[in-house]
């Protein structure tokens, strides 16, 4: 399919063009402040009153972060596709 029509079948009923990237959230009440996530994804992560914080909670895909949310011991980290609101990490 090309053209109008796909441009359109990728857009949702408003019209509107889906979303894309990832989104990044970080439960606080449950991070337990290792910073695992800072060293492997740096710029990604900041440490604010000894728990993480995303830089940006919407980013274009990051294999690091995806590893950070993988290796995060408290799983505390979790990616998600924007476009399919699918969890992509930690893996379930
Ligand atoms: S790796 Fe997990 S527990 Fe450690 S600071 Fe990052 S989010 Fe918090």
């Known amino acids: 399919m090309s053209g109008p029509s796909a441009r359109r079948a990728a857009e949702d009923p408003a019209g509107r063009t889906p979303e894309s990237g990832w989104s990044v959230h970080v439960d606080r009440g449950v991070c337990g402040g290792s910073a695992i996530c800072v060293g492997i ?11 993480s914080r995303p830089v940006e909670e919407r980013i274009e895909p990051d294999e690091r972060v995806r590893d950070a949310a993988d290796s995060c011991p408290w799983e505390a980290l979790t990616v998600t ?12």
């Open 81 to 92: 596709d924007l476009a399919t609101g699918a969890v992509l990490a930690p893996e379930q």
């Open 41 to 51: 994804a740096p710029g990604r992560f900041r440490i604010e009153d000894r728990k």
